[in-house]
């Protein structure tokens, strides 16, 4: 008997988005402490962004190394553990004022972060066939109300308490949230069910030119080029306020206010992809983001930053499930967790690269307009990917429609 879009699916489902907003804290609390990290530790913007950047290299490498893991051992017991690693990081960080020993434990905290994201992602892949799409979305959306709501929870725990306090309550936290909602996920899909979903990918896969490995990586070269694009807004937003005049709390806002977007932009991209498929919402999240960024470039208004924050939430939030609708539309459920935590990866090694170069061009420019058009042009290499994909998709589909 089919387990596929069952009810049990979505209750898993929801368990699933509960962890995500939990377990993904980790890779948004260093972009709300990054000011008071900064001027508490006397650093320039590049150096203050690295904390950044080690936590999202952490985040790249444990999609894909834990993705492997959840292939083999299951997503229990790799949330699990976790769920210990992200707590321990937490703490520790709290006891050192070396930038360096610092960075360190971003590393493992980013790395522990991952098992909420691409592995937990692919495991809820594996539940959904006729929905996956949506379900997938609502998954990846966890990430994005994660980063919406914990800005918002934390603001008043730095005032009071700094950085080193706002670490030490989610250290906490982790542990006594998500540890009892990993063991609700015990139970396993059944093999029909994995034969139903394969069956579907292997079609889907004769309608490419190329086989799963150069797909995997023209994949993972987009989401790069998109999360580098991405990260502009995501990562400094809070700073450019503070540059601005108009503080830390404007930005907190506006960077909930794009996540919220984003969620919904997830919700919409997926039922899209159930109904286009994911290559095809894919490259309209892509433009859409694009638009989004040139739209930043004339704003510097108060008002205008809340409203181009909520658009670029409603243009983009799409982007990063549909690399793994596409990766579940076209592999098999076996190598679901590595092939999906790739391409996460990528995406995450695009938000670490595109974080840290914003900060370095606003160091040596002294603005971020040079930053937006930076994000600009990677989100071209992304679009031109994608198109490539569904353009070599027609044109071997009417080959082979073609008579002899």
């Known amino acids: 008997m089919s387990q596929l879009d069952t009810q049990y699916s979505w209750f898993r489902l929801l368990i699933s988005l509960l962890i995500a907003i939990i377990g993904n804290v980790g890779m948004w609390a260093i972009v709300v402490v990054m000011p008071d990290f900064q001027s508490g530790m006397g650093l320039d ?6 904390p950044y950047t080690f936590t999202m290299i ?3 490498v444990g999609n894909y190394a834990i993705g492997r893991l959840v292939d083999r051992y299951g997503i229990v017991t790799c949330l699990l553990g976790a769920a210990i690693l992200n707590a321990s990081a937490f703490y520790a960080a709290t006891l050192t004022s070396s930038l360096w020993i610092i960075c360190v434990f971003q590393l493992i905290l980013g790395f522990g972060t991952a098992a909420t994201f691409g592995p937990l992602i ?6 959904f066939l006729r929905r996956r799409g949506i379900a997938v979305a609502i998954a990846a959306s966890g990430n994005y109300l994660s980063g919406a709501i914990w800005p918002l929870l934390l603001t008043d725990v730095l005032k009071s308490s700094g950085w080193h306090g706002v670490y030490f309550w989610l250290a906490a936290l982790t542990i006594a949230i998500m540890m009892p909602l990993a063991l609700l996920l015990r139970r396993t899909v059944n093999a029909h069910s994995i034969q139903v979903s394969d069956e579907q990918s292997s ?7 190329f086989n799963a490995r150069t797909l995997t990586w023209l994949l993972g070269l987009a989401g790069i080029g998109c999360c580098v694009a991405m990260s502009m807004p995501q990562v400094h937003i809070v700073a450019y306020c503070v540059d601005l005049g108009y503080g830390p709390t404007a930005g907190a806002e506006m960077l909930s206010l794009m996540l919220f977007g984003g969620v919904v932009s ?4 997926g039922m899209l992809a159930d109904r286009l498929g994911g290559v095809k919402t894919l490259l309209i999240g892509a433009t859409l983001q694009c638009i989004g960024l040139i ?3 004339p704003s510097n208004g108060l008002t205008s930053l809340y409203v181009v924050s909520l658009i670029f939430g409603l243009s983009q939030g799409g982007i ?7 990766v579940r539309e076209y592999l098999p459920a076996r190598v679901a967790g590595e092939r999906v935590g790739f391409v996460m990866m990528s995406t995450i090694l695009g938000m670490a690269l595109g974080g840290w170069m914003s900060g370095w061009i606003y160091d040596a420019s002294g603005s971020y307009a040079l930053a937006f058009w930076n994000g600009i042009v990677w989100n071209m290499l992304n679009i031109a990917i994608v198109g ?3 353009w070599r998709a027609m044109v071997h589909q009417k080959r082979i429609l073609a008579p002899t």
């Open 45 to 50: 913007r590049a150096d203050a962004s690295l």
């Open 266 to 269: 997830r919700l919409i991209s």
């Open 388 to 390: 490539f994909i569904l």
């Open 58 to 60: 952490g985040f790249a």
């Open 203 to 209: 079609t889907r896969m004769g309608s490419l030119p």
């Open 122 to 127: 692919a495991d809820v892949s594996q539940w």
């Open 320 to 326: 990063v499930p549909s690399y793994a609708i596409i």
């Open 295 to 297: 739209l930043y470039l």
